[in-house]
């Protein structure tokens, strides 16, 4: 079992930043793939990026490449999501996830809101 707790969403203006932290609790994080995804309203939960925690492996999809960077604090077991150059499109609710390397078997956080205004 994995306990996600994610922090950090809140209202910003276009063009600014917001850091978002994931802290992991519960199994050896180093086993996990953990992952950003965000759903928007009316729309399906989409990835936004990926941290293999023992490599540091990191991998970002198309619409966040050059903004977002994930970046991990080992001592404190936490992921966090900066988040430059916000677009109005960016809006949506940001979940942290675990993927299990061996079992596959995902967990996920409650969610923070991240809102962009125009």
């Known amino acids: 079992q994995v306990q996600l707790v994610e922090s950090g969403g809140g209202l910003v203006q276009a063009g600014g930043s917001l850091r978002l932290s994931c802290a992991a609790s519960?199994?050896?994080?180093?086993?996990?793939?953990l992952g950003w995804f965000r759903q928007a309203p009316g729309k399906e939960r989409e990835f936004v990026a990926t941290?293999?925690?023992?490599?540091?492996?990191?991998n970002y999809a198309d619409s966040v490449k050059g903004r977002f960077t994930i970046s991990k604090d080992n001592a404190k077991n936490t992921m966090y999501l900066q988040m430059n150059s916000l677009k109005p499109e960016d809006t949506a609710v940001y979940y942290c996830?675990?993927?299990?390397?061996?079992?596959?078997?995902?967990?996920w956080g409650q969610g923070t809101q991240v809102t962009v205004s125009s």
């Open positions: 996830n675990a993927r299990s390397i061996a079992s596959n078997r995902i967990f």
């Open positions: 519960g199994r050896a994080i180093s086993n996990y793939v």
């Open positions: 941290l293999w925690w023992s490599s540091s492996r990191l």
